[in-house]
């Protein structure tokens, strides 16, 4: 059972461009959890979906990112119009979603953004 | 102070000896969990203690609940040098986990 796996491992972007991180969640899990860690710091939360669902964005920049979990395929967060604050490493969890709130959280490996 | 704070910040020992590390939180939480991060890797999940639990035992790991103080330790016992890493407390409140800053251990053979 292939754990979370997340790609690129490393992203290098100018000012001004994309960034698009991608999330696979173990299998049988159909939540997933968007972090980004500083240099320096801990995690800090970003988004949590369901499939086709997001079930809390609070802790999302207001402009610029945005996060899906569609049917088929894995979960992206999006960067647009990356500025320099934006590098950072960017984890997704996933867990089963039995206990909604208590669940166990299985991070991957992290992207590894650098915005020149 | 932020929630979740670990301390020390930082913590340096000899193979063979025992390690602390303490955590507070503000919130009521369903759990805490402790995760490791070596360096420039993911999060590795240790263990996870429920709010109606006061202490836990994995291997060499042992951590410990004070709801009434808002608490937790984890003790790593016989230390390893591949126990070097930074440990994160998270407390779960709701669906999302809240991470402190982190313990950074370096255990020296």
């Known amino acids: 059972n292939a754990g979370v796996m997340q790609n690129p491992r490393h992203l290098v972007r100018r000012r001004g461009q994309e960034a698009r991180l991608r999330c696979s969640p173990m299998?049988?899990?159909?939540?997933v959890y968007w972090y980004r860690q500083l240099p320096e710091e801990g995690l800090k939360f970003m988004v949590y979906?369901?499939?086709?669902?997001?079930?809390?964005e609070s802790g999302m920049p207001k402009e610029r990112f945005s996060a899906e979990f569609p049917k088929e395929g894995p979960s992206i967060l999006r960067i647009q119009q990356v500025v320099r604050g934006d590098s950072a490493a960017y984890f997704c969890?996933?867990?089963?979603?039995?206990?909604?709130?208590?669940?166990?959280?299985?991070f991957g490996p992290g992207t590894r953004l650098t915005v020149l | 102070s932020q929630q979740g704070e670990e301390d020390p910040q930082a913590l340096s020992i000899q193979e063979g000896e025992n390690a602390t590390m303490n955590c507070s939180y503000k919130?009521?939480?369903?759990?805490l969990q402790w995760y490791r991060q070596n360096s420039g890797r993911g999060l590795v999940h240790l263990i996870l203690i429920r709010s109606n639990e006061r202490e836990k035992h994995s291997g060499r790991l042992r951590v410990t609940l004070d709801t009434s103080k808002k608490s937790s330790s984890l003790l790593i016992t016989a230390s390893r040098a591949a126990d070097t890493a930074s440990y994160f407390c998270a407390e779960t409140s709701g669906s999302r986990l809240t991470f402190g800053e982190g313990t950074q251990l370096t255990v020296n053979p």
């Open positions: 919130t009521s939480i369903n759990n």
């Open positions: 979906l369901q499939k086709e669902n997001i079930i809390d």
């Open positions: 969890a996933s867990s089963p979603g039995y206990n909604r709130g208590s669940d166990t959280q299985y």
């Open positions: 299998k049988g899990h159909s939540h």
